[in-house]
Structures are given as structure tokens and as C-alpha cells.
């Protein structure tokens, strides 16, 4: 039912078997909060919250409670696997791909919805990458990241 592609496994040196569906499920996720929060459509959270007249109502402060939760997981996530420079990093290789499809004509970010799909998906891009930064270490280097200890 699952395609082969989302469900191929890896077995790591210890011999446990690792399913690449991680990757798929962050990915998706982190799109999703990304283009939920906001997105050029007008059809996002951001819309939901700020065209009432009283904000208060509904399901509206459990739905921001649930967005801040979210964004304060992957704000967390990013700088604890990327710590700030590498988050800095990140968004500068981001701009630099965003840089080189404005260079060959394939997006135009000079366009207000094109540069705010450009925006929107390199921070959905951002996130997931905060998520996975140490497996993709663990992948290039076969180490775990680990914390620094005041031991000298």
C-alpha cells in the first residue's frame, strides 16, 4: 500500500533496521507547519486567527496554543541540533539555492507570491532540516552529536 520508496530500510552497524519513513513523515511536517502558519494563498493560520471578531472563541486559543507548542518544538529542535550557526548556515544555502533558480529564470522572487512560497518553503525546509541534523551527522560521520561537558 505504502510505496517502496517511503518504506526501504537500512540496517545500521549494530544490526537494527532503520526505515527512511522518518524522513518522509518530518519532511511532510515540517511543510505542513510551515505552509499552515502562513503561505501566500491566504488559506493558512494566520488568516484563521487575525479575520474575527473575537479571538477568543471556538476552537481558536486551543489552535494557537497547538501552533506555539509546534513552532516552539522546532525552533528548540533547530538550535539544539544546529545550534545558531548552523541554523545561520542553513538559511545561507538556502538563499544561495533560492539565489541560483532566481539566476536561471525558474522562480522570480521580484513577484510578491512567488517570494513568499520561496520564504515559506525554505523555512518548512529549515525545520526539517533542525530535525535531522543529527541523523544526517550520524550518516557522514557514523558519531551521534553529543553535549559538551564543563569536564576539562
Known sequence: MIPKLLTNTSTTKGG?????????????????????????????????????????????????????ALWLLAIKSIFQSLKFYGAVVTVIIIGAFIWGLQEYSIIDVKELKQAGWVATLGVGFLIWFGLNASIIWKKLTGVYTTDSTDEG
Open 16 to 68: 537494527k533496521q532503520v526505515t527512511h519513513l522518518a524522513w518522509w513523515v518530518t519532511f511532510i511536517l515540517s511543510m505542513a507547519l510551515s505552509v499552515g502558519t502562513w503561505n501566500p494563498t491566504g488559506v493558512h493560520f494566520m488568516h484563521y486567527i487575525a479575520n474575527v471578531d473575537d479571538i477568543l472563541s471556538g476552537f481558536r486559543p486551543f489552535a494557537i496554543l497547538m501552533i506555539l
